[in-house]
């Protein structure tokens, strides 16, 4: 019956480890929002990534290189 007081002081300082991890994690999370880059989205007309891009069926990437020369015979 010796044992029963260690078990319990294990937990004890597991959960206060837990909890200490836990702080961490919320004050890192709390200072990357508030070092994070602000982007005014509505300062930019047109999305950079979508600019010139026409809806619709695309031409075949084979079609775009040699539509002027007619294919090899064999």
């Known amino acids: 019956m010796a044992n029963r007081g ?4 294990a937990k004890r300082q597991k959960e206060i480890a837990r909890q200490e991890r836990a ?3 919320a004050a ?3 200072q990357l929002k ?3 880059v602000k982007v005014d989205r509505t300062a930019v007309p047109e999305d950079p990534d979508i600019a010139g891009i026409v809806p619709g069926p695309q031409p075949l990437p084979y079609d775009l290189l040699d539509e002027d020369e007619p294919e090899p015979k064999p």
Do not use: Q
Not at 6 to 9: C, D, S, W
């Open 6 to 9: 260690r078990a319990t002081f």
């Open 28 to 30: 890192k999370r709390v």
């Open 23 to 25: 702080r961490e994690k």
């Open 34 to 36: 508030e070092t994070k």
